[in-house]
């Protein structure tokens, strides 16, 4: 949970990732990205919600799908 005004960091922790290792982040406000640990800065509540990240290769072997849900205190 974080307050209206901060920085909402994604992290994304692989244990052991490929060296072609791609990260496929979605979530509110058509937020999308390829960074491993992307940030979006100056929250409101208009963020609030589920991110979700898939992680594969460029082979297109998905071997992971995880999320995060976002809330946003003012």
Not at 3 to 25: R, S
Request: charged content about 20%.
């Amino acid at each position: 949970n974080l307050c209206v005004g901060q920085d909402f960091m994604l992290d994304c922790n692989v244990l052991k990732p490929l060296e072609d290792t791609i990260y496929i982040w979605s979530g509110p406000k058509n937020f999308t990205s390829n960074l491993k640990n992307p940030i979006i800065p100056n929250i409101d509540k208009s963020h609030e919600g589920i991110y979700t990240v898939e992680i594969t290769n460029s082979k297109k072997n998905k071997y992971y799908t995880g999320f995060i849900t976002l809330q946003v205190h003012e």
